[in-house]
Nanobody, 125 residues
Framework: QVQLVESGGGLVQAGGSMRLSCAAS????????MGWFRQAPGKEREFVAT????????YYADSVKGRFTISRDNAKNTVYLQMNSLKPEDTAVYSC??????????????????WGQGTQVTVSS
């Protein structure tokens, strides 16, 4: 069992930065691949980034590559999403998720077993 709680969302201007946090708890948290997804109104949930819990492997959606960075702090049981050079099209509800699948198989929402409630990110122009 893994419980996930996101925080750090809010309003930000285009070109700005924001860091989301996902606090995790559970007996097997350290063995889980973690991911970030987002969903904008009228659109399907899309993959953003994923990271192995060791931090050795990461993958990013093409739309955020070079702008977003996923990381983790194992001591704090927390995964982060640093978002730079934000664009209005980044506006969405961002959710973190956990799976025992490896990162290369964890770019689909269907691969994830546990989800946080999501945090709203709004990028204004």
């Amino acid at each position: 069992q893994v419980q996930l709680v996101e925080s750090g969302g809010g309003l930000v201007q285009a070109g700005g930065s924001m860091r989301l946090s996902c606090a995790a708890s559970g007996h097997t948290f350290s063995s889980y691949t973690m991911g970030w997804f987002r969903q904008a109104p009228g659109k399907e949930r899309e993959f953003v980034a994923t990271i192995s819990w060791s931090g050795s492997t990461t993958y990013y959606a093409d739309s955020v590559k070079g702008r977003f960075t996923i990381s983790r702090d194992n001591a704090k049981n927390t995964v982060y999403l640093q978002m730079n050079s934000l664009k209005p099209e980044d506006t969405a509800v961002y959710s973190c998720a956990a799976t025992q699948k490896p990162t290369y198989r964890s770019r689909s929402a269907y691969s994830y077993d546990y989800w946080g409630q999501g945090t709203q990110v709004t990028v204004s122009s």
